[in-house]
Structures are given as structure tokens and as C-alpha cells.
């Protein structure tokens, strides 16, 4: 399959010389197009540096919640068979597509940054599978069944969505490797999982234990 150009471009014009590549995800059966590992694996420069801190290419990373959700999905496919989804902060659509390849009768991938359901549409097609897309999760109206998302409390200021998830899906699972002090009346610990960023970042170790967590509307 031809490599998506605009994301190419976009990876391009943060890091001149990155490639994305169709990269299989350990543990799955999904493949996605990630930045090639070679382009970690060199120091960067102080404008390349400051473009990444900028505007950050999330979407060129399967990050280590997301790979947890997809192969939690994967394995137990009754949470999303025959259901509708919507995956919050999408990214690169990992878990959408996991979901979509389990079964759900309809998943939406959601992003405020149009790259990142630029790659959600090119990895849909990479997998073969159908996704919706949305750029504001508040102007989807309350009718999902499952609200998936990984990987968005690394900003503690992104804390209070765990109170809104509710408001457009009976049930939510949040798969997240960054808040230790996690308590939160409407969650329940489903189980601690290992994975780690694709590539691989070489994160410290306490970023490749995953929590997943799940609430569900009283």
C-alpha cells in the first residue's frame, strides 16, 4: 500500500529526514504507519527539537496505553462486538481499529488534530477496516456505548474528562501510564499490563506499566 503523502509530508517538515514505515505492533495482528526506528535513534537538532515540542507528531507513535487497549480488545472482544465506539484523542487510530477489527458495529475515531485522523483514515485502510471521524468529542451526541482512551492523562490538566467520558457513552475503559496517584470514584482498576511505545522510545520503566481502568453509568 502507497505510503499516506501527507503525513509523510507533515513527518518531513518536523524531522527531514523520517520515514514512515507500515510497522506491525508486537502482540497484534494490526499494523500501523509509525515513524521508522532509525529516525530515534539519532540526537536532534535545536530547530528539530523545538519543532517536535511544538506541535508533537503523536500520531506517528503507537504509545504504550494504546497498544495495551488494542490487544485487550483483541482478547475479549464480547466489550466491543456489535456495539458502537467512539476512541477519544485517537491518535494514530490503534485502538479504533481494534475495536472495529472485534466486532463494533460502529467506531468512531475522535481528534482535535486533523494529522491525527489524517493517519486514523490511512491506518484504517492499512487494516481494512471502517471508521467514522470527529474533531470534538462535546458535539457527538450521547448514544455510544463504549468510550475508549489511551494515553490523554499524561497532562494532569486533562484530569476532569474522566468526568465527562460518561457524558456521551454508558461505559468507559482508560488504559494510562502516567498517573500513579489514580483515584477516582467512577473507575475501577481492571489489571496492570506491560507494553511498551512503538518504536520503542526507551522510556523509563515506570512508563511501561499500563493501567487499565474502567466506569460505567449508574
Not at 530515534?40 to 503507537?62: G, H, Q, V
Not at 477496516?129 to 463504549?146: C, N, P, T
Request: proline share 5%; with cysteine; net charge negative.
Amino acid at each position: 500500500m502507497n505510503k499516506p503523502a501527507a503525513l509523510q509530508t507533515a513527518l518531513g517538515e518536523l524531522l527531514g529526514d523520517a520515514q514512515l514505515l507500515a510497522q506491525s505492533l508486537p502482540g497484534t495482528d494490526l499494523k500501523l504507519w509509525l515513524v521508522g526506528a532509525a529516525n530515534m535513534d539519532r540526537a536532534f537538532n535545536p530547530d528539530e527539537t523545538r519543532r517536535i515540542l511544538a506541535e508533537p507528531p503523536y500520531w506517528s507513535f503507537c504509545w504504550a496505553s494504546g497498544l495495551v487497549l488494542a490487544r485487550w480488545l483483541s482478547e475479549q472482544p464480547e466489550w466491543v462486538y456489535g456495539k458502537t465506539v467512539l476512541d477519544f484523542g485517537a491518535g494514530s487510530g490503534v485502538a479504533a481499529i481494534a475495536a472495529a477489527k472485534a466486532g463494533a458495529a460502529e467506531v468512531v475515531a475522535c481528534d482535535l488534530d486533523p494529522l491525527a485522523l489524517e493517519a486514523c483514515r490511512a491506518n484504517a485502510r492499512l487494516n481494512g477496516v471502517e471508521l467514522s471521524y470527529s474533531s470534538d468529542f462535546f458535539q457527538e451526541a450521547d448514544r455510544f456505548d463504549l468510550i475508549l482512551v489511551a494515553d490523554v492523562l499524561y497532562d494532569r490538566a486533562n484530569l476532569p474528562l474522566l468526568d465527562q467520558f460518561l457524558s456521551r457513552g454508558q461505559q468507559a475503559l482508560v488504559a494510562d501510564s502516567r498517573v500513579r496517584d489514580f483515584q477516582h470514584p467512577l473507575y475501577q482498576r481492571l489489571g496492570l499490563f506491560e507494553a511498551c511505545t512503538w518504536p520503542d522510545l526507551a522510556e523509563p520503566a515506570e512508563f511501561r506499566h499500563v493501567s487499565l481502568y474502567h466506569a460505567q453509568r449508574g
